[in-house]
């Protein structure tokens, strides 16, 4: 597993490489370090500002931080690069959805994410979730939740993207357990949920989230984060390799 000092020997043997900048933004990211994160992608961006993934990325840092107006704007410069592109499509609706821009998410669901990402696509299934979520439309959000056991059979997403439609649904058990199973693949997405922001409010409470973050390898993750919190906290500009 990198670390963080094997990244930034990276970076700092390939200075200015817009890809290095951009895995180790995700690995920032990866450790809920948002701030951080932010500031790798959009120097990413600066070196290559015709990619549309590191002004996604950016977006996806933003949301993160909760702040979803700067993460739309991100999003439509990735889609000035690549109208198509479906990863700034399903960040920009769920973005939508958060704020409650309904309207807005389900143009972009229907006039542009699903030809992009296809009917079972991933970002596609991310956008109906936030959207049936916002709406608090548990039927609509459980059928999703079923839907995405189907292309979990067949490869087509994760168990964690399995997990948080049950969630949102109510189905805590089900969310649980399709955790657990994605603790046991090592599924990458996982680390996404660990913050759990994007989690309801009283799924994070639940007795059985709060005995999964206990598990050995989420333990370590937690250790990791306050490692390189304390190692940026140390040397003050996310940028500097020290």
């Keep these: 597993m990198k670390t963080d000092t094997d990244l930034r020997r990276v970076l700092e043997r390939n200075p200015n490489n817009a890809d290095a900048e951009h895995v180790y933004a995700t690995f920032l990211l990866n450790l809920d370090i948002?701030?951080?994160?932010?500031?790798?992608?959009?120097?990413?961006?600066?070196?290559?500002?015709?990619?549309?993934?590191?002004?996604?990325?950016?977006?996806?840092?933003?949301?993160?931080?909760?702040?979803?107006?700067?993460?739309?704007?991100?999003?439509?410069?990735?889609?000035?690069?690549?109208?198509?592109y479906a990863f700034a499509l399903g960040g920009i609706c769920t973005s939508y959805a958060d704020t409650g821009k309904l309207?807005?998410?389900?143009?972009?669901?229907?006039?542009?994410?699903?030809?992009?990402?296809?009917?079972?696509?991933?970002?596609?299934?991310?956008?109906?979730?936030a959207i049936a979520g916002r709406k608090n439309d548990a039927r609509e959000l459980k059928w999703l939740a079923q839907l995405s056991e189907q292309l979990y059979a067949d490869?087509?997403?994760?168990?964690?993207?399995?997990?948080?439609?049950?969630?949102?649904?109510?189905?805590?058990?089900?969310?649980?357990?399709?955790?657990?199973k994605a603790y046991d693949d090592r599924d990458f997405l996982l680390l996404g949920w660990l913050p759990?922001?994007?989690?309801?409010?009283?799924?994070?409470?639940?007795?059985?989230?709060?005995?999964?973050?206990?598990?050995?390898l989420?333990?370590?993750?937690?250790?990791?984060?306050?490692?390189?919190?304390?190692k940026l906290a140390a040397h003050r500009n996310p940028l500097s390799l020290p």
Aim: proline share 6%; net charge negative.
């Design 155 to 180: 490869g087509g997403v994760t168990a964690s993207e399995v997990a948080y439609p049950y969630a949102f649904a109510g189905d805590f058990d089900a969310a649980i357990r399709w955790f657990e």
């Design 34 to 84: 948002p701030e951080a994160a932010l500031a790798w992608d959009r120097r990413a961006g600066a070196v290559d500002p015709l990619a549309p993934i590191y002004r996604t990325d950016a977006g996806l840092d933003l949301h993160a931080l909760g702040r979803d107006e700067e993460a739309i704007a991100e999003f439509r410069t990735a889609l000035t690069l690549d109208p198509n």
């Design 218 to 230: 989420l333990k370590s993750w937690q250790a990791a984060h306050d490692r390189t919190v304390a």
């Design 103 to 129: 309207n807005d998410a389900t143009q972009v669901l229907r006039g542009r994410l699903l030809a992009a990402d296809g009917e079972n696509g991933a970002n596609t299934l991310g956008c109906e979730v």
């Design 196 to 216: 759990g922001r994007d989690l309801p409010v009283a799924f994070k409470a639940d007795p059985r989230w709060q005995a999964f973050m206990q598990r050995p």
